[in-house]
C-alpha cells in the first residue's frame, strides 16, 4: 500500500499496491503493521456499508466527539463518490479546513480519515456502494454532524443536484 498525505494534518489517501497477472489483480486494502508504520494507530471496531441509489446522494458531514471520536478508513466498492473531511480538533494546524478527493469502484483508492474529523461524500453515480472501516463504536449520544452547506466551510461539492437526509439537512451552522 501506499500512503499519500492529504494537506490535512494526519489524513491519507490509501493507493493500493496491485499484483497483476491474466486472472485480474490481488491488492492489500489494510494490514495493522503497514498503518504503524507509516504512523497510522487504528484499532478497527466495527464495519458499515452505505448503499445510495441516486446520484446526487449527499451524506454527513458526520462525526462523533470524544471520548469517542471515530477514525475511519473509507473505500467506493461500487460507482463513485466525492468524498469529504473537516478536520475539527482544535489544536490542529488545519482545523477547520477541509478536504475532498474522489473515490471510486475504478481508483480504488482508500481514505484515512482520523478521529476528530468530520466526514461525508456525495455519490456521483448511481448505484454507489461505500465501505467503512470504524476505528471507533457507534455511540448515538456523542455523534454530531455539520450540514452539508455550511457557509463556514463553503465545501464545494461537484453536483448541483443534492438528495439530502431532513436530518442532515437540519444541522446548525457551526460555531468556531
Not at 67 to 83: H, L, M, Q, R, T
Not at 143 to 162: H, Q, S, T
Request: charged share 25%; glycine share 6%.
Amino acid at each position: 500500500m501506499k500512503f499519500v498525505a492529504t494537506p490535512l494534518k494526519d489524513a491519507y489517501i490509501i493507493e493500493p499496491e496491485k499484483h497483476i497477472d491474466e486472472r485480474g489483480f490481488f491488492a492489500r486494502t489494510f494490514c495493522k503493521k503497514e498503518f504503524a508504520e507509516s504512523g497510522i494507530s487504528n484499532d478497527l471496531v466495527q464495519s458499515n456499508i452505505s448503499f445510495n441509489r441516486k446520484s446526487g446522494t449527499i451524506r454527513g458531514m458526520h462525526y462523533q466527539v470524544e471520548p469517542f471520536a471515530e477514525s475511519k478508513i473509507v473505500s467506493c466498492y461500487a460507482g463513485e463518490i466525492y468524498d469529504v473531511i473537516i478536520d475539527l480538533r482544535k489544536t490542529s494546524d488545519t482545523y477547520c479546513q477541509w478536504y475532498g478527493v474522489l473515490l471510486s469502484s475504478e481508483n480504488y483508492k482508500s481514505l484515512f480519515v482520523p478521529g476528530g474529523f468530520a466526514h461525508g461524500f456525495q455519490t456521483l453515480k448511481d448505484n454507489t456502494l461505500i465501505h467503512y472501516q470504524m476505528g471507533e463504536f457507534y455511540m448515538p449520544d456523542y455523534a454530531r454532524g455539520i450540514r452539508w452547506n455550511d457557509p463556514m466551510f463553503n465545501i464545494l461539492w461537484p453536483m448541483e443536484k443534492v438528495i439530502v437526509s431532513e436530518k442532515d439537512s437540519q444541522y446548525p451552522d457551526f460555531i468556531k
